[in-house]
């Protein structure tokens, strides 16, 4: 079973991601700071990393420049999930290497789908 | 001590002299001037102390005690009055290129050729006395140091005094007349006046140290000693010998002199490079002069104690250490009283010298029908004249000396010749000030002012000298007993200078003020009136505005200026003028105002009058009728007006501009910060927008789901919708606090009361989360002026923060009341993890997120800090958070009290 970490500081999106992720066949993880994603990024090597950007502690960018900077992790595919909408904050995630960048609020079928692509392939 | 070794002392001492002059003149070619500064300035003026200063103050005070300071009080007091007073002549003349006292008189009274002659002839018959006691003190002072009898006995051939005085004409005739323009700053003849300032300040403290400490022990010593002798014994005390009459005069008289005497008219005003020197030299003189004046008294008495009456007390400075064999000492102090003495004859007889011959000799030759102003021979003429002049007032000095001086103290002399400078006063000072002298006044004050100077100190002075009869003293002018010298029309009881300056100066000022009103005033005059009274709103345009009418040809104007100028210097000066002006260049018919300009340029190298004679012998000039010069003046004043609106105007457009550049920057500013608010408010709204999207999407798309979870997805969205709406209230809220709609709907309210039904309110969520809300309230009750509603929202908001960021179970909420001399202070405290320090202003910020672009303020706070933060601002009070992390949180508001 493919396995997917979802990082998300608000309780609600947690427990929306976490059901669908489930529902679709994955196994899931949550972390709800960016503090818990790196811990769980290392323990748990997921294939794809479900991604907020503002958190109170770590924020996303550093988290998705650590994955693509460590030679364990760089496979790990990285799906931003963020309310920053400027073009240049969309921009910075793509250049950190990320798979797909969407702004919220999101379809979640939409998302469902690109997820699935991504972990096919 | 040989008579050559002092001789060659004093030659080589000039040598010295000369090479500082020389040298000044040199680096002011390279384009660095030695004397450009204040401290040159200062010393320059230091040329006022002068043998009288060095040998006779000492002489002065054997008899009349600590009075000889009156004459260094006098210009001290005068130092205050130097910027409003010195610094307009100095102004007047650097823009009229006005060279000497005669010069400023004869051109503020309408460029007038007699008062010119006037002053001139006044300023030569007062000053040459004090010429002649400079050269007395060199010869008696050389007579001391080589123990050789007084020359007054032998032939001019054999004395040494006459020597001097050809070193003296030859170092003159060298420094002070090497051009021809007379506006031209002696560069290397100011250097070496300074130089000779030191040299003299130096000699005199070494003659006061060495008698003080090395021949007695010290001020203590001598003045105890002098304490013993009755005869000393009264000069401690200031006003003994001295009425409060004399005292008074002498003061003012000191005052007027070391403006009027010409060489410190020559020095302050005509060597002035820059007007802002003259506020250091105001307290640099005086300090000068105080530095040369603390040995006099010791001198005098050290003197009055080593020799009794054999010795002339003028001269103890050098008798005392001559009489303790200090050869090479007494040799140096020679030195310091021959400088102080050849520092006042140079400048002074240079001063002299340019206005005998700019303001007497050269427009008598100038107007003698025989003159031709023919190229070389004309400058020639004038450096002739003002060599001639030299030698003329040296010798004349010289004659003094022989005849009249030897009968009189130094300073006797001297004053002799303060009262005939203090006559000028009025005509400058009232010419400065005041636009109603005239011309006649000027004259007539000058005259009777001279006249009454003649008779009351010049007349007596004769008569010890044996060339009057006694009698006229006794029995008063032609027998009339009301025309006595020493006690005109009765008043007896001053002393004679007192008496005589009072007289002079009383009569030189009623007529002055007298005919100067009932005087009809020329063109002329009322024009320089007004340039010289307002020098400082004119100095700027009067150049480009000429009173002047007639028909002049510039070629023949270009040809008299190449005469007395050279031919470059002439050509360039006319271009340079006309171009900056935009004057049109037309050689037939000259500009009126270039035909003023060439007139000024040829008065700063002959003076006024004569420059008036020369222009005029090359122009057809028409007599200007007074009308005329009004409709001048009115225009220059309307013109000055006009520039002054204008001026105002543009400052106006220049502060309009300024603000609207504030403005714009301002609204660019909230632009940005608009901008920025809305992105955070966008950016909060998603994240609910987001979870509630989700959760109804899932619960639509899985209607098979258990029923207990489908119920925790539609609690989630009834939560996140109501947060929504919370959000969207406190947006519209800061909006209407910060737009200022929202007023303040201050009544006095019950704190204790507004705490509790806060407390109250929240208690149940702090139920749930079991934590403690702890009140500590004093019992008296405590009332503020204060929007109830609006304070509840903040006690809410921070309460309602606090629960949320504790811990559940372990957390205690503590909230409480403090009175300070300020009003009121609320603290809510709880023992959450902390807020660390960088963070402390930022979550009272709306814009937390926007400049913070990845960190997320303490969750749940949203807008609600910046909220509080502009309540309590609205009520004049503060908000702020004591914190360290892991510490638990303190947030304090004040409400002031009334």
């Given at each position: 079973?493919?396995?997917?970490?979802?990082?998300?500081?608000?309780?609600?999106?947690?427990?929306?991601?976490?059901?669908?992720?489930?529902?679709?066949?994955?196994?899931?993880k949550v972390a709800r700071n960016g503090t818990e994603a790196l811990e769980l990024i290392n323990i748990e090597m997921p294939s794809l990393v479900l991604l907020d950007i503002m958190m109170p502690d770590v924020d996303g960018y550093a988290i998705c420049k650590y994955i693509k900077e460590t030679k364990r992790l760089k496979d790990i595919k990285v799906v931003f999930l963020s309310a920053k909408s400027k073009e240049s904050d969309i921009q910075k995630g793509y250049d950190l290497g990320a798979s797909l960048y969407i702004t919220k609020p999101f379809s979640t079928r939409e998302l469902m789908k690109q997820v699935k692509g991504l972990m096919a392939s | 001590m040989n008579n050559w070794l002092v001789i060659i002392s004093a030659l080589v001492y000039l040598g010295i002299l000369f090479g500082v002059a020389y040298f000044a003149e040199y680096k002011y070619k390279k384009g660095k001037s030695l004397i450009n500064n204040p401290y040159a300035y200062a010393l320059s003026l230091a040329v006022y102390c002068t043998a009288w200063t060095y040998y006779g103050s000492v002489g002065r005070a054997t008899t009349n005690g600590a009075d000889f300071l009156v004459y260094y009080l006098g210009p001290t007091i005068m130092c205050a009055l130097y910027w409003p007073v010195l610094r307009k002549i100095i102004r007047i003349c650097k823009t009229q290129r006005i060279n000497s006292l005669a010069d400023f008189i004869s051109t503020r009274y309408g460029k007038n050729f007699t008062l010119g002659i006037i002053v001139a002839v006044f300023c030569v018959a007062g000053v040459i006395p004090y010429i002649a006691l400079q050269l007395k003190a060199i010869s008696t002072s050389f007579s001391i140091l080589t123990s050789s009898v007084s020359s007054s006995e032998v032939g001019f051939w054999q004395d040494n005094t006459f020597y001097f005085t050809i070193l003296i004409v030859v170092f003159i005739i060298l420094f002070g007349t090497r051009s021809v323009d007379a506006s031209e700053k002696h560069e290397g003849l100011v250097a070496a006046i300074a130089f000779e300032s030191i040299v003299k300040l130096i000699a005199f403290i070494v003659a006061g140290v060495f008698i003080t400490w090395f021949i007695f022990d010290g001020f203590g010593d001598i003045f105890s000693r002098a304490e013993k002798i009755s005869e000393l014994k009264k000069l401690f005390v200031i006003g003994g010998n001295t009425s409060y009459s004399s005292w008074t005069s002498l003061l003012v008289l000191s005052m007027l002199s070391v403006i009027f005497l010409p060489r410190q008219f020559q020095v302050s005003v005509v060597e002035n490079i820059q007007e802002a020197h003259v506020k250091k030299a105001v307290w640099l003189f005086p300090l000068y002069l105080f530095i040369i004046n603390i040995f006099v008294l010791p001198v005098a008495f050290g003197g009055k104690l080593s020799f009794g009456a054999g010795v002339d007390p003028d001269t103890y400075v050098l008798a005392l250490p001559l009489h303790h064999q200090q050869y090479l000492l007494g040799l140096f102090i020679f030195i310091g009283g021959f400088s102080a003495a050849s520092s006042m004859i140079i400048v002074e007889t240079i001063a002299l010298a340019t206005m005998l011959s700019n303001s007497l000799a050269l427009p008598v030759l100038f107007s003698s029908t025989g003159f031709k102003a023919s190229a070389k021979s004309v400058r020639q003429t004038i450096l002739n004249t003002r060599r001639l002049s030299i030698i003329l007032i040296l010798f004349l000095a010289y004659l003094y000396d022989k005849t009249v001086a030897q009968h009189f103290t130094l300073v006797s002399i001297g004053l002799i010749s303060f009262a005939a400078v203090a006559q000028f006063a009025p005509s400058v000072i009232g010419g400065i000030f005041w636009k109603g002298a005239s011309k006649n006044g000027a004259v007539a004050g000058l005259v009777i002012g001279f006249v009454t100077w003649f008779f009351t100190l010049v007349v007596p002075s004769m008569v010890s000298a044996g060339l009057v009869s006694e009698n006229i003293l006794h029995n008063g002018l032609f027998g009339i007993t009301w025309l006595k010298p020493f006690a005109l029309f009765g008043l007896d009881g001053l002393d004679s200078i007192s008496h005589g300056f009072f007289w002079s100066l009383f009569f030189n000022c009623c007529a002055y003020f007298f005919v100067s009103v009932y005087s009809v005033k020329k063109a002329q005059e009322i024009y320089q009136a007004e340039i010289f009274v307002d020098i400082f709103k004119h100095s700027s345009i009067q150049e480009n505005n000429a009173i002047w009418k007639g028909t002049a040809d510039l070629s023949a104007l270009n040809s008299l200026l190449e005469n007395f100028m050279g031919k470059e210097k002439a050509g360039k000066v006319l271009l340079n003028f006309a171009t900056r002006y935009k004057i049109p260049v037309d050689a037939k018919r000259a500009d009126p105002r270039i035909v003023a300009f060439a007139e000024k340029v040829l008065g700063g190298v002959i003076g006024s009058a004569s420059a008036r004679i020369m222009v005029s012998s090359v122009t057809k000039e028409e007599e200007l009728k007074i009308d005329e010069v009004i409709h001048i003046l009115r225009e220059s004043q309307q013109m000055m007006e006009l520039n002054k609106e204008l001026?105002?105007?543009?400052?106006?457009?220049?502060?309009?501009?300024?603000?609207?550049?504030?403005?714009?920057?301002?609204?660019?500013?909230?632009?940005?910060?608009?901008?920025?608010?809305?992105?955070t408010v966008t950016h909060e709204l998603r994240t609910p927008l987001t979870s509630i999207r989700a959760m109804a999407e899932?619960?639509?798309?899985?209607?098979?789901?258990?029923?207990?979870?489908?119920?925790?997805?539609?609690?989630?969205?009834?939560?996140?919708t109501e947060r929504l709406s919370h959000l969207i209230t406190q947006v519209l809220n800061l909006e209407r606090y910060e737009s200022g709609r929202q007023k303040l709907n201050a009544s006095s309210v019950l704190l204790n009361v507004l705490i509790d039904d806060s407390v109250e309110s929240l208690e149940a969520l702090a139920h749930e989360k079991n934590i403690r809300i702890v009140k500590q309230l004093p019992d008296s009750m405590f009332i503020v002026q204060c929007d109830a509603p609006l304070i509840q929202q903040v006690l809410n908001n921070l309460l309602s923060n606090a629960i949320k960021f504790v811990e559940p179970e372990k957390g205690v909420i503590k909230i409480s009341l403090h009175q300070n001399a300020d009003g009121m202070q609320i603290w809510v405290e709880d023992n959450g993890k902390g807020i660390s320090k960088e963070l402390h202003e930022l979550i009272f910020d709306k814009f937390f997120q926007a400049k913070n672009q990845t960190l997320k303020k303490p969750q749940g706070s949203g807008l609600g800090l910046a909220i509080c933060k502009k309540i309590i601002e609205m009520h004049g009070g503060k908000i702020w958070v004591e914190s360290e992390e892991d510490k638990g949180s303190r947030f304090i508001f004040t409400l002031p009290s009334d």
């Open positions: 079973m493919q396995k997917i970490l979802v990082v998300d500081d608000d309780p609600y999106i947690l427990m929306s991601l976490e059901f669908l992720m489930k529902k679709d066949g994955y196994e899931v | 001026r105002r105007k543009s400052a106006e457009l220049q502060r309009a501009t300024d603000q609207l550049t504030s403005v714009n920057e301002q609204l660019k500013n909230m632009d940005v910060m608009k901008d920025e608010f809305l992105y899932i619960v639509h798309d899985n209607p098979d789901i258990p029923d207990e979870q489908k119920q925790k997805f539609l609690s989630g969205i009834i939560k996140e």
